[in-house]
């Protein structure tokens, strides 16, 4: 092939009318493109096969099921797994697009249609309890954090609120049936559908409500820890004594040792 693209270049590229060309030029084009797929959840399932679960706001037709495919596509061949995609539709959807056919294949997801489910209902359920003083479980809060995908009369931002307020009123209940740590992960999983499904100025909005919650003092320590360590060890890194730290910044002298330790060890 080699030789016949010289001998078409040099011969027949100034019989056409072309002018001669100085070489053979790659006929092989190479195009490396590397694309992160995100995904919402997967699950291995106990006969080792995957569920994989997306939460959709709106029916994205064919395009939103071809690329549902190629996810499938890409775990099953790089872990070796069955995968099943189940799409979480929010209220507004009613009937999406669910499979498509493209040669001899069909294609399809199980789809799961929460604007069957009254999200106004189960938001004054949770209000008429605490409101009462009635202990609250982990089960009665399950499906309060799922009512931003449900029908109902507000907004999902409006919606999203309001959880986060009703989950910071039930830390007044908390009891051997619920713990604080399970509203901290019950507010991760609203924060997470708060990044879903809102806009920038939405998020904002949420996030004042988010400071006041369990998660949003858990987050605000996190990063002080953060900006603590990253304060000693720099000062560390310029033989700064542990008391020297401490007269500098103010930070608590069995924190800085804490932290020194810890660098010392990972230094080594």
């Known amino acids: 092939m080699k030789y016949a693209g010289q001998s078409f270049g040099k011969e027949l590229l100034p019989f ?9 030029a790659p006929t092989e084009i190479i195009e490396l493109e590397i694309r992160q797929m995100y995904e919402d959840f997967n699950y291995v399932m106990q006969d080792g096969s995957w569920s994989h679960f997306e939460f959709q706001s709106r029916d994205g037709g064919v395009e939103d099921l071809k690329r549902f495919r190629q996810y499938e596509v890409n775990v099953s061949s790089t872990y070796g797994v069955a995968v099943t995609t189940y799409v ?18 069909t294609y399809r997801i199980i789809p799961i249609l929460m604007g069957e489910k009254d999200g106004d209902q189960i938001i004054a359920g949770v209000q008429e309890k605490l409101n009462e003083g009635v202990p609250l479980t982990k089960q009665n809060l399950l499906p309060l954090v ?14 999203i609120k309001t959880i986060l307020t009703l989950l910071k009123e039930s830390e007044k209940n908390v009891n051997e049936k619920l713990s604080i740590e399970n509203i901290k992960k019950l507010e991760s999983i609203v924060y997470a559908f708060a990044n879903k499904f809102l806009n920038p100025t939405e998020l904002g ?38 008391e020297e730290i401490h007269k500098d910044t103010d930070i608590p002298m069995k924190q800085i040792v804490k932290i020194k330790n810890l660098w010392k060890y990972f230094q080594n």
């Open 88 to 105: 979480v539709y929010t209220g507004n959807v009613r009937n999406p697009m669910t499979s498509f056919t493209e040669g001899v294949n």
């Open 16 to 24: 056409i009318g072309l002018a001669e060309p100085i070489s053979v």
């Open 205 to 242: 909005n949420v996030e004042e409500v988010l400071k006041m919650s369990l998660l949003g003092q858990m987050i605000f320590e996190d990063g002080m820890e953060t900006g603590m360590v990253k304060i000693v060890t720099t000062m560390l890194k310029k033989n700064k004594t542990a």
């Open 146 to 159: 799922l009512t931003p995908l449900m029908s109902g009369t507000d907004s999902i931002e409006e919606r």
